[in-house]
Protein backbone atom coordinates (compact mmCIF):
# COMPACT_ATOMS: atom_id res chain seq x y z
CA UNK A 1 0.00 0.00 0.00
CA UNK A 2 1.41 3.69 -1.43
CA UNK A 3 2.03 5.51 2.05
CA UNK A 4 1.25 9.39 2.58
CA UNK A 5 4.38 10.33 0.67
CA UNK A 6 4.04 8.31 -2.38
CA UNK A 7 0.16 10.06 -2.31
CA UNK A 8 1.46 13.47 -2.22
CA UNK A 9 3.85 12.47 -4.82
CA UNK A 10 1.51 11.33 -7.48
CA UNK A 11 -1.07 14.48 -7.05
CA UNK A 12 1.81 17.22 -6.49
CA UNK A 13 4.21 16.06 -9.34
CA UNK A 14 1.28 16.19 -12.34
CA UNK A 15 -0.33 19.21 -10.49
CA UNK A 16 3.31 21.07 -10.54
CA UNK A 17 4.29 20.19 -14.12
CA UNK A 18 0.48 21.29 -15.35
CA UNK A 19 0.91 24.49 -13.26
CA UNK A 20 4.12 25.70 -15.10
CA UNK A 21 3.32 24.21 -18.32
CA UNK A 22 0.27 26.82 -17.83
CA UNK A 23 2.67 29.31 -16.46
CA UNK A 24 5.17 29.29 -19.00
CA UNK A 25 2.14 29.39 -21.81
CA UNK A 26 0.70 32.10 -20.06
CA UNK A 27 3.87 34.08 -20.00
CA UNK A 28 4.96 33.00 -23.70
CA UNK A 29 1.41 34.51 -24.63
CA UNK A 30 1.33 37.54 -22.37
CA UNK A 31 4.85 38.58 -24.41
CA UNK A 32 3.76 37.75 -27.97
CA UNK A 33 0.95 39.84 -27.35
CA UNK A 34 2.56 43.00 -26.12
CA UNK A 35 5.61 42.27 -28.87
CA UNK A 36 2.71 42.21 -31.75
CA UNK A 37 0.73 45.70 -29.78
CA UNK A 38 4.66 47.17 -29.87
CA UNK A 39 4.51 46.13 -33.69
CA UNK A 40 1.54 47.72 -34.28
CA UNK A 41 2.19 50.82 -32.65
CA UNK A 42 5.45 51.53 -34.10
CA UNK A 43 3.60 50.60 -38.13
CA UNK A 44 0.76 52.87 -37.00
CA UNK A 45 3.46 55.93 -36.74
CA UNK A 46 5.23 55.44 -39.43
CA UNK A 47 2.44 55.37 -41.54
CA UNK A 48 1.21 58.49 -39.59
CA UNK A 49 4.74 60.34 -40.13
CA UNK A 50 4.10 59.57 -44.10
CA UNK A 51 1.03 60.69 -43.85
CA UNK A 52 2.39 64.05 -42.34
CA UNK A 53 5.23 63.34 -45.29
CA UNK A 54 2.32 63.52 -47.57
CA UNK A 55 0.61 66.41 -46.37
CA UNK A 56 3.85 68.53 -46.62
CA UNK A 57 4.73 67.33 -49.89
CA UNK A 58 0.87 68.65 -50.85
CA UNK A 59 1.52 72.10 -49.34
CA UNK A 60 5.07 72.60 -50.59
CA UNK A 61 4.08 71.86 -54.33
CA UNK A 62 0.84 74.58 -54.37
CA UNK A 63 2.47 76.93 -52.12
CA UNK A 64 5.76 76.69 -54.33
CA UNK A 65 2.98 77.31 -57.25
CA UNK A 66 1.38 79.95 -55.72
CA UNK A 67 4.86 82.17 -55.01
CA UNK A 68 6.54 81.43 -58.61
CA UNK A 69 2.88 82.15 -60.73
CA UNK A 70 -0.08 83.84 -58.65
CA UNK A 71 1.29 86.05 -56.06
CA UNK A 72 3.13 88.29 -58.88
CA UNK A 73 -0.64 88.78 -60.62
CA UNK A 74 -2.25 88.55 -57.32
CA UNK A 75 -4.28 91.97 -57.83
CA UNK A 76 -3.96 92.30 -61.04
CA UNK A 77 -7.39 92.85 -63.31
CA UNK A 78 -5.51 90.51 -65.83
CA UNK A 79 -4.31 87.99 -64.11
CA UNK A 80 -6.74 85.58 -65.55
CA UNK A 81 -4.86 85.99 -68.87
CA UNK A 82 -1.35 87.16 -67.88
CA UNK A 83 -0.73 84.51 -65.26
CA UNK A 84 2.27 82.20 -66.26
CA UNK A 85 1.07 79.03 -67.60
CA UNK A 86 3.71 76.78 -65.78
CA UNK A 87 2.34 73.03 -64.41
CA UNK A 88 2.74 72.87 -61.08
CA UNK A 89 4.53 69.76 -60.35
CA UNK A 90 4.41 67.03 -58.05
CA UNK A 91 7.07 64.94 -57.16
CA UNK A 92 7.04 62.79 -53.83
CA UNK A 93 4.04 61.57 -52.02
CA UNK A 94 0.92 63.44 -52.87
CA UNK A 95 -1.91 60.12 -52.09
CA UNK A 96 -2.65 58.02 -48.99
CA UNK A 97 -2.75 54.70 -48.33
CA UNK A 98 -6.17 53.95 -47.61
CA UNK A 99 -5.47 50.79 -45.86
CA UNK A 100 -3.00 51.61 -43.66
CA UNK A 101 -4.82 54.61 -42.51
CA UNK A 102 -7.60 52.42 -41.03
CA UNK A 103 -6.42 53.12 -37.59
CA UNK A 104 -7.25 56.38 -36.86
CA UNK A 105 -11.09 55.04 -37.58
CA UNK A 106 -10.58 53.64 -34.10
CA UNK A 107 -8.83 56.31 -32.84
CA UNK A 108 -10.54 59.70 -30.50
CA UNK A 109 -10.49 61.36 -33.71
CA UNK A 110 -12.11 59.50 -36.69
CA UNK A 111 -12.93 62.39 -38.36
CA UNK A 112 -9.21 62.66 -39.09
CA UNK A 113 -9.42 59.98 -41.46
CA UNK A 114 -11.94 61.45 -43.56
CA UNK A 115 -10.03 65.11 -43.61
CA UNK A 116 -6.92 63.65 -45.10
CA UNK A 117 -8.83 62.13 -47.92
CA UNK A 118 -10.69 65.58 -48.21
CA UNK A 119 -7.42 67.03 -48.85
CA UNK A 120 -5.55 64.63 -50.74
CA UNK A 121 -8.58 65.05 -53.33
CA UNK A 122 -8.20 69.22 -53.10
CA UNK A 123 -4.62 68.88 -53.86
CA UNK A 124 -5.52 66.08 -56.77
CA UNK A 125 -8.01 68.54 -58.27
CA UNK A 126 -5.87 71.85 -57.65
CA UNK A 127 -3.09 70.06 -59.53
CA UNK A 128 -5.71 69.26 -62.28
CA UNK A 129 -6.97 72.89 -62.57
CA UNK A 130 -3.57 74.27 -62.96
CA UNK A 131 -2.77 71.56 -65.91
CA UNK A 132 -6.07 72.13 -67.40
CA UNK A 133 -4.96 76.14 -67.45
CA UNK A 134 -1.46 75.54 -68.59
CA UNK A 135 -2.73 73.32 -71.91
CA UNK A 136 -5.57 75.88 -72.35
CA UNK A 137 -2.90 79.10 -72.27
CA UNK A 138 -0.43 77.48 -74.14
CA UNK A 139 -2.24 75.12 -77.00
CA UNK A 140 -5.99 77.14 -77.62
CA UNK A 141 -4.90 81.07 -76.28
CA UNK A 142 -1.20 81.58 -77.34
CA UNK A 143 -2.09 80.44 -80.60
CA UNK A 144 -5.59 82.73 -80.71
CA UNK A 145 -3.67 85.12 -79.71
CA UNK A 146 -0.99 84.83 -82.65
CA UNK A 147 -3.31 84.78 -85.12
CA UNK A 148 -4.91 87.87 -84.14
CA UNK A 149 -1.40 89.37 -83.73
CA UNK A 150 -1.23 90.30 -80.33
CA UNK A 151 2.26 89.64 -78.74
CA UNK A 152 1.89 87.78 -75.31
CA UNK A 153 2.83 90.28 -72.63
CA UNK A 154 1.72 93.40 -74.65
CA UNK A 155 -1.17 95.68 -73.29
CA UNK A 156 -3.99 95.52 -75.33
CA UNK A 157 -8.16 96.05 -74.09
CA UNK A 158 -9.33 92.87 -72.68
CA UNK A 159 -12.41 93.34 -75.05
CA UNK A 160 -10.09 92.50 -78.52
CA UNK A 161 -8.00 90.05 -76.20
CA UNK A 162 -11.40 88.30 -75.04
CA UNK A 163 -12.72 88.13 -79.34
CA UNK A 164 -9.05 87.00 -80.24
CA UNK A 165 -9.29 84.00 -78.08
CA UNK A 166 -12.89 83.47 -77.94
CA UNK A 167 -15.40 84.15 -74.84
CA UNK A 168 -15.79 80.35 -74.11
CA UNK A 169 -11.88 80.24 -73.62
CA UNK A 170 -12.10 83.57 -71.65
CA UNK A 171 -14.62 82.31 -69.21
CA UNK A 172 -12.38 78.92 -68.57
CA UNK A 173 -9.58 80.91 -67.91
Known sequence: MPTEIEYFNLIINPLATLVAAFSGAWIAFRFERHSKNDEIIKNNIATANRALYTIYNMWNTLTQYYDDVISECEHKDDAW???AAIP????????????ELDFILQSSSPNTYANLLL???RFSS???L???RTDLIINTVFPRMANAGINPGTESNQQIIENAIGSDTAHKL
Open 81 to 83: LNM
Open 88 to 99: ATSTGLSQFSYN
Open 119 to 121: EEQ
Open 126 to 128: SIK
Open 130 to 132: ISM
